[in-house]
């Protein structure tokens, strides 16, 4: 509201003024007192957005390299699926020459056991090398299904909260320091200085009451304009 006792009158009705000319002042001690009180709050609120600025950081930190972990353990899998995939097709590929060379031994009706024997390992072999790559595919197609771990998306809250923290400290130290430069702002407006060169024409106002920024303090003038000076003026 701006409303201050008014502390000195420095000119009486009839003083000539000239511009720049100290009028009057208010009691600035509530403000000053405030202005002190919001100074201290200031500081609290930097030292609170380093701290939340520093955990916001480590937690961006944490997030990322729970994002790189994951990537590798995908990358991993998928490296994994490949080498299953190729070990599979190798096996296949011995297993047809494997048959092959059983077929004919068969068809000539000649001794085929040691064919058979290979034909028998080459069919185990390929068993386990598909069952390898099957359960290799499965792994991968889960990882991507399911995107993120828990781990990536437990780092992410953490830090998604950490980031919010920060933001309010942000504010709040703002918000601390706009109310300081207003206090500021109207402590600078209890000293009413003259705008013009001339006279004053009336005193509204006496040492110890207080101002109103609707009451002009004083009304000035010349032979041809006439001001008035109080809280409200520019």
């Known amino acids: 509201d701006n409303l201050a006792e008014i502390e000195k009158i420095y000119v009486e009705e009839g003083d000539k003024v000239k ?3 100290l009028l009057a002042t208010q009691n600035t001690d509530d403000l000053a ?4 009180e919001l100074s201290i709050q200031i500081e609290t609120d930097k030292a609170n957005e380093e701290a939340a600025r520093q ?6 930190a944490s997030y990322d390299q729970a994002l790189a972990s994951s990537d590798a353990d995908l990358a991993t899998l998928k490296a ?7 070990q599979m097709n190798e096996d296949a590929d011995t297993l ?7 077929d004919i031994k068969i068809a000539a009706q000649e001794d085929a056991s040691v064919e058979l024997a290979a034909l028998n390992t080459a069919r185990t072999n390929y068993n386990t090398s598909s069952a390898q790559y099957q359960q290799a595919q499965a792994e991968y197609d889960f990882a991507i299904e399911n995107g993120t771990t828990t781990e990536v998306e437990v780092a992410q ?3 998604e909260a950490s980031l919010a923290r920060y933001e309010a400290s942000q504010s709040q130290r703002q918000l ?6 207003n206090l500021e702002q109207q402590i600078q407006g209890s000293y009413l200085y003259s705008n013009i060169d ?6 509204n106002a006496e040492v110890g009451e207080t101002a109103n920024p609707l009451v002009p303090v004083m009304i000035l003038g010349t032979s041809e304009t006439v001001v008035t000076i109080g809280l409200s003026q520019d």
């Open 157 to 159: 809250a953490q830090y």
């Open 33 to 36: 007192a405030s202005k002190e």
């Open 55 to 60: 955990e916001m950081l480590a937690d961006k």
């Open 176 to 181: 601390s320091q706009t109310q300081y430069d």
């Open 96 to 102: 047809n020459a494997a048959q092959s060379a059983y």
């Open 198 to 203: 001339g006279y004053v024409l009336m005193l």
């Open 80 to 86: 994994n699926r490949d080498s299953a995939e190729a």
């Open 19 to 21: 511009v720049g000319q």
